[in-house]
């Protein structure tokens, strides 16, 4: 089993910036890939950014350029800094880990995880 714990959180004005924390515990050998997720109210649960096998980065459209996926390895954690937040980047956002190889865009798909934090609310106003 993996936990998932997300921090960072919080309200700002548009174009301001946040940075999320994601600390993973648990088995080492079900946490190879990891990718932040989102859901806004009224919205399906979406992609933001994830790692694929080769540890490339992949973010959705509306990101690019404006958040940065990272990660510590000595510390289990990862990270996704925000800049430039706007409105509509208001949602739930959710850390996600899983294992199996995926390549690409396919880090995006939230059925290729199998393990989820409870998320923490991220409150853009105009």
């Known amino acids: 089993q993996v936990q998932l714990v997300e921090s960072g959180g919080g309200s700002v004005q548009a174009g301001g910036s946040l940075r999320l924390a994601c600390v993973a515990s648990?088995?080492?050998?079900?946490?190879?890939?990891m990718a932040w997720f989102r859901r806004a109210p009224g919205k399906e649960r979406e992609g933001v950014a994830g790692?694929?096998?080769?540890?490339?980065?992949y973010y959705q459209d509306s990101v690019k350029g404006r958040f940065t996926i990272s990660k510590d390895d000595a510390k289990n954690t990862l990270y996704l800094q925000m800049n430039s937040l706007k409105p509509e980047d208001t949602a739930m956002y959710y850390c996600?880990?899983?294992?199996?190889?995926?390549?690409?865009?396919?880090?995006?798909?939230?059925?290729?995880?199998?393990?989820w934090g409870q998320g923490t609310q991220v409150t853009v106003s105009a």
């Open positions: 790692f694929d096998t080769h540890g490339d980065a």
């Open positions: 996600a880990c899983g294992n199996t190889r995926v390549y690409g865009g396919d880090v995006l798909f939230q059925h290729r995880y199998p393990y």
């Open positions: 648990g088995s080492t050998s079900s946490r190879g890939r």
